[in-house]
């Protein structure tokens, strides 16, 4: 049957059997018709054959009338009518014949307007192209020579497959704003392409009356420019020398074809050179349960308002703490309070060391410093400065958050600041004035190490510190980054890692007891050996006063009434019968322990099921795994508390 022909009915015309890949033999009769002037695959069938499409439709969804339609002989009934009207006109002509044999309800792709919500027609108009093709090859290039890196690094085979398939890209569009098309035509639609209309008058020559193309440049096409003609472009500027290339374009994953891709293929074009080095891609962000945010979904959350209640820094290191490469952000309202307590926390560190005169001593000798505890903030303040460094540098900014939020909140904060409050009350003037110095240092290089994530309450707090002053401290922003050689005391560590891990585990012991917090318990160390004696008397004020001690004493057996922790290798006593109800102790603690089991096991047989952890995001499979950690951590430590009470 190729080469033959069939008639179209109503139309009376003859159209061409031809054949093409494009058809499917399994589908109904293995035949299909095709328009190729209103659809985008039947255009490129049309295309292979050589034949002429024909367009049948005008600029808003009507039947053509005129010179068009009498070329494809469309009868005069139809001509002018809307699309739809036209469509239920031929199914009716159709069952008059009875040509009609059968009608399917079957649901199709079908695009529609985001802002009209009608459906959208394919229409074949003249446009202008650029060849694509042609200029992705020296981009596919740049890539593969590593002359651009896509961090994370597989967001390449996305640009590669975008790039490997393009096609002629259409930059006209039919808007009322953007760059107009250059072009310019004459009475006989001859088309003149140059920079100014003087240029064009000049092309086609004098008495030529010429009128500007009414499009404009899609707007991709001039963002595609940015990189170079924001920086005086085409004049060699000192601006464009400066910042031509950029070092990293930081974006998201959905728009690489759209803006990376172009940006890519306009500056190698125009200026022989890629624009950026690296190519960071963020994730995009969610609400709290995993949905993308839509205002028709009423989920969405304005950064301005978010801005407005809880702060700019809060909102910017929030995104910091999340921005795990590979992940999208799950963004709520309480991670970003969160974090507004987090500043605030740090906010309080900067009254205390003025309250307490610890000064800004630009740098210190750290050989000089005597005290273990001042050392092992020393010693803490280098591995947090190691590891926001190498985290900023390898783009994973959350591992760089991280460590700033567990150094400024926990170490500093919680314990440093509490750990030196004998120092700064003591009769010892040299072991005081040391503590006011390394107090003041490490404060300051924390500012400089949260500046890139806080900025506003760091350059703040900078300003603050430096009132008052004969040394004039500058802008914080224009601070050297600090020092990431590496300082370790391990002496010093373990000791004030003791001291830490004695109060955490007694404070602990205490909550899950029972214990008022109001009550002070007698400890007792068993056996502990005359350098963990001395160590115990030397914090003996910090140790009573954190975790809530009224004495502290040495012995060769454990007291009666008293539940054992071990700590390190040190026996610890408290002793708790006088004050905490054995056996409502025992069935509290009974109690938590059967429902940690319970949820343990529930969440053990989600995980089991092959279904669940194939559909489930991969974030919420994680989600679900670090509850069971968390979970069995709890249940091993509540069980060694009910162990505790067993002889009482």
């Known amino acids: 049957m190729i080469g033959k022909f069939v008639e179209l009915p109503i139309v009376g015309r003859r159209i061409p059997i031809i054949a093409d890949e494009y058809a499917d033999p399994d589908k109904g009769s293995g035949a299909v018709k095709i328009t190729p002037a209103h659809d985008f695959n039947d255009f490129e069938v049309g295309k292979r054959a050589g034949h002429t499409p024909l367009n049948i439709l005008n600029a808003t969804a009507h039947i053509v009338d005129g010179e068009e339609a009498d070329t494809?002989?469309?009868?005069?009934?139809?001509?002018?009518?809307?699309?739809?009207?036209?469509?239920?006109?031929?199914?009716?002509?159709?069952?008059?014949?009875?040509?009609?044999?059968?009608?399917?309800?079957?649901?199709?792709?079908?695009?529609?307007?985001?802002?009209?919500?009608?459906?959208?027609?394919?229409?074949?108009?003249?446009?202008?192209?650029?060849?694509?093709k042609t200029m992705a090859q020296?981009?596919?290039a740049a890539v593969k020579d590593g002359k651009t890196k896509f961090i994370p690094e597989n967001w390449e085979k996305t640009y590669y497959n975008w790039m490997e398939n393009i096609q002629p890209w259409c930059v006209s569009r039919q808007?009322?704003?953007?760059?107009?098309?250059?072009?310019?035509?004459?009475?006989?639609?001859?088309?003149?392409?140059?920079?100014?209309?003087?240029e064009a008058q000049a092309q086609a020559g004098k008495g030529k009356k010429l009128v500007q193309d009414e499009d404009v440049l899609d707007t991709w096409f001039s963002s595609a420019l940015w990189p170079f003609s924001t920086q005086g472009w085409p004049d060699k500027t000192v601006d464009l020398d400066t910042f031509f290339p950029t070092a990293t374009?930081?974006?998201?994953?959905?728009?690489?074809?759209?803006?990376?891709?172009?940006?890519?293929?306009?500056s190698l074009e125009f200026m022989g050179e890629v624009p950026f080095k690296d190519v960071y891609i963020h994730a995009l962000v969610l609400d709290e349960k995993g949905q993308k945010m839509s205002k028709s979904k009423g989920n969405a959350m304005d950064p301005l308002e978010l801005v407005d209640e809880y702060g700019a820094d809060a909102l910017r290191f929030t995104?910091?703490?999340?921005?795990?490469?590979?992940?999208?952000?799950?963004?709520?309202?309480?991670?970003?309070?969160?974090?507004?307590?987090?500043?605030?926390?740090?906010?309080?560190?900067?009254?205390?060391?003025?309250?307490?005169?610890?000064?800004?001593?630009?740098?210190i000798d750290y050989a000089r410093v005597e005290s273990p505890v001042n050392r092992w903030i020393l010693s803490e303040l280098s591995q947090c400065a190691a590891e926001v460094s190498k985290g900023i540098e390898d783009y994973k900014f959350n591992e760089a958050a991280g460590a700033l939020y567990k150094f400024i909140w926990n170490t500093l904060c919680d314990w440093y600041l509490e750990l030196i409050k004998p120092l700064l009350a003591g009769m010892d003037d040299a072991a005081k004035q040391e503590?006011?110095?390394?107090?003041?240092?490490?404060?300051?290089?924390?500012?400089?190490?949260?500046?890139?994530?806080?900025?506003?309450v760091t350059e703040e707090l900078w300003e603050r510190r430096a009132e008052g002053?004969?040394?004039?401290?500058?802008?914080?922003?224009?601070?050297?980054?600090?020092?990431?050689?590496?300082?370790?005391?391990?002496?010093?560590?373990?000791?004030?890692?003791?001291?830490?891990?004695?109060?955490?585990?007694?404070?602990?012991?205490?909550?899950?007891?029972?214990?008022?917090?109001g009550s002070k318990l007698p400890l007792t160390l068993v056996n502990a050996g005359a350098e963990i004696e001395n160590r115990a008397m030397s914090h003996e004020d910090v140790l009573k006063r954190l975790a809530r001690l009224e004495d502290i004493s040495m012995t060769d057996a454990t007291p009666e009434g008293a539940v054992?922790?071990?700590?390190?290798?040190?026996?610890?006593?408290?002793?708790?019968?006088?004050?905490?109800?054995?056996?409502?102790?025992?069935?509290?603690?009974?109690?938590?322990?059967?429902?940690?089991?319970?949820?343990?096991?529930?969440?053990?047989?989600?995980?089991?099921?092959?279904?669940f952890v194939s559909r489930a995001p991969p974030e919420i499979v994680e989600e679900n795994r670090e509850r069971i950690r968390d979970w069995s951590a709890r249940r091993e430590k509540l069980k060694a508390a009910r162990k505790g009470l067993e002889g009482l």
């Open 249 to 266: 374009l930081v974006t998201a994953f959905d728009i690489i074809f759209f803006w990376v891709a172009r940006m890519m293929m306009m």
């Open 175 to 198: 808007l009322w704003w953007g760059h107009r098309i250059p072009a310019w035509y004459d009475e006989d639609g001859n088309a003149y392409v140059a920079s100014t209309e003087a």
């Open 435 to 456: 503590t006011r110095m390394v107090c003041g240092y490490v404060l300051d290089e924390s500012l400089k190490l949260l500046h890139p994530f806080m900025p506003f």
């Open 72 to 132: 494809a002989g469309i009868p005069a009934e139809y001509r002018g009518l809307d699309r739809f009207d036209a469509r239920r006109k031929v199914v009716s002509a159709f069952e008059d014949a009875e040509l009609l044999q059968d009608i399917e309800n079957l649901k199709i792709e079908q695009p529609f307007g985001d802002r009209s919500n009608v459906v959208i027609e394919p229409w074949m108009t003249d446009q202008w192209y650029v060849d694509a």
């Open 564 to 611: 054992t922790a071990v700590i390190g290798e040190t026996m610890s006593a408290l002793s708790v019968a006088d004050i905490v109800d054995i056996d409502e102790a025992r069935n509290r603690l009974d109690k938590e322990l059967a429902q940690l089991d319970k949820d343990i096991k529930s969440t053990e047989g989600k995980l089991s099921n092959e279904k």
């Open 319 to 363: 995104m910091g703490r999340m921005a795990g490469q590979g992940r999208n952000i799950r963004l709520s309202k309480q991670a970003v309070e969160g974090n507004r307590n987090f500043a605030t926390k740090l906010w309080n560190a900067a009254r205390f060391a003025e309250m307490n005169e610890c000064g800004a001593p630009g740098e």
């Open 138 to 140: 020296s981009a596919i």
């Open 469 to 517: 002053r004969a040394e004039a401290k500058g802008f914080l922003m224009h601070q050297s980054w600090p020092s990431t050689e590496p300082f370790t005391d391990e002496a010093a560590a373990e000791e004030i890692n003791w001291v830490i891990d004695m109060i955490t585990e007694l404070r602990s012991l205490r909550n899950d007891l029972g214990v008022p917090a």
